[in-house]
């Protein structure tokens, strides 16, 4: 390693010493803006425009995980999301979305009805592969396992998840996911609490998400698919910051859900 790649590792580890560390299971605000490093964003209009975060999650046998936390302008089809707060912006989640057939018809039915797209701010929780190579428990497991291939990665992380409350009582979970191609562990699609993964419609598209400038940054529908991200949706938020402050997360280690 080069004296420059050291500096900015060393810089790297210094950022995240001075970031808010949470332990499995404890309850904590999503974006709480007295947190060390949170920054608010702002419209050129000087309106509220998003949020940027990060925490440090204490994960056990999978160490000290760098998690950055970003709510930005997007626009998406309706039937592809939820807005937990505005519920009903977005796709209706009901019994029918619990069994596969059913499900399948609703989704083209709804397709049809809420095809227009709505702007908010699309929630985006992830860990870098950068920021994973400062993890030191995960660098020792892979030098042990030096032949690990990229699906033994993703199964490390399988069992955990990420579970978002808000103040009407809903709940929203989603598992950890390693995106192979990007090179991230996500936590990106999320479905109700109650109900687990719903049935997962290989043959349901996925609409692209897209910036407020109209610029798509989403993997192609196939390779979601692939992915299996359907189990669940994109949480589109509303551009009401004190909304957002009321958001409490909570990382869990939970048993297989499929």
Do not use: C
């Amino acid at each position: 390693m080069s004296e420059e790649e050291k500096l900015h590792t060393s810089e790297k580890e210094q950022y995240w010493r001075n970031i808010q560390t949470v332990q499995i299971g404890e309850e904590f605000l999503l974006f709480d803006i007295t947190r060390n490093r949170t920054q608010i964003r702002y419209s050129d209009d000087g309106s509220f425009g998003g949020l940027k975060s990060s925490i440090r999650l204490e994960a056990g046998r999978l160490g000290k995980l760098n998690i950055s936390i970003s709510a930005a302008p997007y626009i998406k089809g309706r039937y592809a999301v939820v807005n937990p707060f505005e519920r009903e912006q977005g796709y209706p989640i009901d019994a029918d979305d619990l069994s596969l057939p059913s499900r399948i018809a609703k989704f083209h039915k709804i397709k049809r009805e809420l095809a227009e797209a709505i702007q908010g701010l699309y929630l985006f929780v992830f860990v870098t592969e950068e920021d994973m190579s400062l993890n030191g428990k995960m660098q020792a497991l892979w030098q042990e396992n030096a032949t690990l291939q990229e699906n033994d990665i993703a199964s490390l992380f399988h069992h955990l998840f990420l579970t978002l409350k808000f103040p009407n009582g809903s709940s929203f979970t989603a598992r950890a996911f390693f995106d192979i191609r990007q090179r991230l562990l996500l936590f990106r699609t999320f479905f109700p609490s109650d109900t687990g993964p719903l049935p997962n419609v290989g043959s349901m598209p996925s609409s692209t998400p897209k910036t407020a400038g109209g610029n798509g940054i989403a993997p192609s529908a196939n390779a979601e698919q692939r992915e299996g991200r359907n189990e669940g949706f994109d949480l589109l938020l509303p551009f009401d910051l004190e909304k957002l402050k009321t958001t409490l997360a909570k990382f869990l280690i939970l048993p297989n859900v499929d």
